[in-house]
Structures are given as C-alpha cells and as structure tokens.
C-alpha cells in the first residue's frame, strides 16, 4: 500500500513540476539487487548543460524533503484509516464516542450486579416462604390456627411487599388455612393415562431419565427446568437442560453439561438444586451441584448390589435407584444380607450419609420398578405389559407392607424409569423412547386435582 502511495505522489510530483516529464524506473542491478530510479526534468530548462549548480542542488534537496514530508504523512493517514475504517479527521469524534459508550457499559455492569443481588435476595424469601408452606402443611389440622402469624414472621419487605398485599401473599396464606381439605398426602388412588411429551430421536434414547426439580435452590435454574439424560451407552455423561416444558418438547436445550463421572442406568434424580446419580460399576453415589457444576459429595452405599446384582425386572444394571418425594431424599436398592428384598434407606441430601434403613419382604427383581411419595415405597409390577399395576406399597412410617391395586398403563411397553415430582404431584417416566407424565390422586386430595 505505502509503495503505491510513493509512487503515486512522486509522479504527482514530477508532473507539477516538468509537465508529466518524468520517469520511475525498478529494476535489479546485476548483483541482484533491487534499485528505484526516479527521473524528473528540472523547473527551469529541458536539457543540460555544464556543471549543476550549488543553487541547483539546494532545490532539488528542498522538493525531496517536501515530497518525504507529503509521503511520511499520507502513510500515516492510510494506517490510521485501516485501523479505524474511518477517514483521519473522524477519529477524534470516534475517540469521544468510545470513551462515552465505555462509561455507559461500566455503569451497567454496576447496575447489572446490583439488580442480580436484589434478585438472589427476594429468591431467597420466596424460597423461604414456600418451604413455610410445605412444612405448615404437613401439620395436623389443630394447628393451622397458628398458620397465619408464621407466614408474617417471612412477610417479604422491598417490591415484594406491594405484592403481597395484591392477592398472592393472601392467596398462600388462604391455603395453608386450608390445609387439612387440599394438602392430602395419603396413599395414591389413582393414576391418570400417559401424557407424551417428547420422543428420543437417536437409539441413545430407548431409555434413560428425564425430570424437572421440585424444590430448586438458586435462581438460575427454576421448578420450569426439564433435565434429560439419555441412559444408553457405556460412557454416559451427557446432561442436556431446557429453559422449560415448551422449549423440552421441540428439542431446543439451553444448556449441555457434561458431567465428570459417568452414569448408571436409570436411577438418577433431582432434588434441591443436585443431580443424584450412582456412578458406573460402582456402589458409588454422587451428588453433581448443578449451580457450580462441580461433584459435592461422593461415598459409597454400604453393602448396596451393584452392575447387575440387583436390578429391577427390566435389567439395565438399574441396582440403584434415587428418589425424592415429600419427606426427603431416597435410595432404593438390595444387599446380600437382604438376600434381594428391596431395602430403602433415607438419605442425607448434602453429604450422603445413610441416616435410616428399612427392609421390605418384596424382591427387587420381580418389579419393574419403585418410587416414593410421602414415604411410601410403590412398586410397579411391569415393564412391558400395556396395562400393569402399581402392585406393592410399603409404608416407612409404621415399617409394614403390604399389596395393593393401582392400574397403570405402559402405552410404549417398555417403562424403564419411573420417579415421582411432590412439586406437581405427577409421575414421570421413560417408555420404550417416549418421556411421559402421569396425573395422580391421594388420599385426602381433590379429586378434580387429577
């Protein structure tokens, strides 16, 4: 660029001078090397004759140095141009701009930070305030009296605190008052036809899990998030997230983890801001912070079977299996001390320590699969069968089991995981490729909540 600038003002130059009598020669010399030779003739006569004089050579040495100003210059213009795509005069304007927009970012990132406390912080009492809900609900009717001085004592303050005058603070406060009609969590009566919400598309997903949390902690994922796992394949470790439901049926993930250890099976679950999951050929379990993406705990379950010891009717290494319902965090699995029989022991949901065991009178390879719900064990007696039952239920409360009849449709045949949401009050499960959900019915419930 800068060689045909130079060119381009020393042909300017000779023209203004000797009326376009001049020549720019570049050639190699016989050495090799290059040589410019730049002809012009002089200002004053076409031709010369004797000696040049000192007169002479101090023009000529005054148009030279004029002409490498001119060239020094234009260069200088041209790279600044280059650099900013602007003409030279415009940069002292896109100088004071820049410095502008600068200042405008900065501001916004500070207001940004600010806004995000304030968000985390009204999370924070909402949080609170549902976790009040749940545990006044799990109260005896004599006590409800008392539920409207709890919920005041966490009576959100700031914006939150217009709201709450609106309706949805009276609202919260209306069905705690309530809660011996509505709250039910009494033995399941009924479970509602299959809902489809999505098909795998790639033979990766002829099994695996999907749920939504029921009680999340943060406030970048929410109760909307769907989390999918597809459980086939030797080294799973892929964790898809979608905003919500809408974006979970058109296939349209927000986010793709990929989590450090690898899965087993179809017995994982979400609870409390974590994915629960046992690692590959291993009695290991894992608690997988989905916030910081990093593994919070990880132990192994005492004596638990393991890859094929003990699984379920269906097979699929499914040995181990999470569940979470009202009352916490479970682990549903056999020992050879059990010698088969389904052992359920309650978890601690940050550390993964055992803190209570039960052993039930019912082999865990003669069911398709369990879940629990306001703890109680249900099995399902199975996979594959269009029209199966919910044939066993055993209650950790009294530590009795017993039979029961609850019909359940398999509309894909083949139900390899099953999980309950307390949230929602829905089953989900995973049939022969298709993510469905199942309405429900308890005891002491409405039965128009079906």
Known sequence: MWFQVFTFYLSY???????????????????????????????????????????????????????????????EDVDEGAETGLHPNETGGLQEAYYQVSQEKNQLQVDKK????????????????????????????????????????????????????????????????????????????????????RKADTIMGKYGVWLQDPEPQGSFYTNETVWRIDAVGKDVRQFFAYEDMDQFTRGFPMKVLVLPEPVESTGATIYKGSLYYQLRRSRTLIRYNLTSETVAAHV?????????????????????????????????????????????????????????????????????????????????????AANTSINYMFDTSTGEGRTV??????????????????????????????????SLRLGGQQKDNM
């Open 405 to 438: 009849s609850v019909s359940l449709k398999n509309k894909y045949r083949y139900n390899s995981m099953v999980d309950y949401n307390h949230a929602l009050r829905k089953l989900y499960a995973w049939d022969n490729f298709h993510m469905v959900t199942y």
């Open 13 to 75: 130059f000779a023209f203004s001078q000797a009326q376009d009598q001049a020549s720019f020669v570049r050639s190699n010399d016989p050495t090799g090397r290059c040589h410019y030779t730049f002809t012009v003739a002089g200002p004053d006569r076409s031709s010369c004759t004797g000696s040049i004089t000192k007169a002479e050579v101090k023009g000529i040495l005054t148009r030279i140095s004029l002409l490498e100003a001119l060239v020094g210059r234009l260069i």
């Open 300 to 384: 192994e379950l005492p004596y638990a079977g393991f890859h094929g010891q003990y699984p379920y009717s269906w097979g699929g290494y499914t040995d181990i299996d999470f569940a979470a319902d009202e009352q916490g965090l479970w682990v549903i699995y056999s020992t050879s001390k059990a010698k088969g029989a389904i052992v359920i022991s309650q978890l601690d949901p940050k550390s993964l320590e055992v803190m209570r065991s039960w052993e039930t009178n019912i082999r865990k390879n003669t069911v398709a699969n369990a879940f629990m719900m306001c703890g109680r064990l249900y099995t399902v007696a199975s996979y594959t």
């Open 114 to 197: 600010h806004l995000s406390k304030q968000v985390q912080e009204q999370q924070r009492r909402l949080n609170e305030l549902n976790m009040e809900l749940e545990n006044l609900k799990q109260r005896t009717c004599q006590q409800t009296h008392t539920s409207g001085a709890a919920l005041d004592e966490k009576r959100p303050t700031g914006d939150l605190a217009h709201n709450a005058e609106d309706g949805a603070y009276q609202e919260m406060k209306a069905e705690v008052t309530q809660v011996c009609l509505t709250s039910g969590c009494g033995e399941l009566l009924s479970v509602g036809d299959p809902v489809m919400l």
